[in-house]
């Protein structure tokens, strides 16, 4: 049986922090999903199909990650997939008193479902996309803080 993980999130944009948290993450999984969700109330600064060319350039000539959009649950889409992982990065106490919430209600939804908890690298600590969506607004460069795949 293949240990397949699901990695979600709206990647507006990919960093390298989520970067490197998918990388080291390969040792552990047999397929990755890097899922982008999709979520008609937001208001995302990149468009989906640039988001998922990013994630996809990034991971290039890795057959174990695989890139894909949804609309549905995290557990639900799990599901489907037939994977049991949910992966997730972590920067901080506050990332974790967020996902552990979340990790709890997915696996009360799709018993089996497991969520598990990467550290992320001390220099992407006080990296977050929101962070670096911010510096682009107001013209800044933000070469340093995502994938050297992505030309913006």
Not at 105 to 130: H, K, Q
Request: charged letters at 25%; aromatic letters at 12%; a neutral charge.
């Amino acid at each position: 049986m293949s240990r397949k993980a699901v990695f979600p999130g709206s990647f507006d944009p990919i960093t390298k922090g989520h970067e490197s948290v998918i990388n080291r993450a390969c040792d552990l999984f047999d397929e990755i999903y890097v899922a982008i969700g999709i979520n008609t109330n937001k208001k995302y600064l990149f468009e989906l199909e640039d988001r998922k060319k990013w994630i996809a350039s990034t991971f290039a000539g890795n057959p174990k990650i695989k890139v894909l959009t949804y609309d549905i649950l995290t557990s639900e889409l799990c599901k489907s997939l037939g994977a049991k992982y949910i992966l997730r990065g972590l920067r901080n106490t506050s990332d974790f008193n967020f996902e552990f919430s979340i990790a709890q209600t997915n696996r009360a939804l799709v018993p089996g479902t497991e969520t598990i908890f990467l550290v992320t690298d001390i220099e992407y600590a006080a990296i977050n996309s929101s962070i670096v969506r911010d510096i682009y607004i107001h013209g800044g460069d933000i070469k340093q803080f995502i994938p050297d795949a992505i030309t913006i």
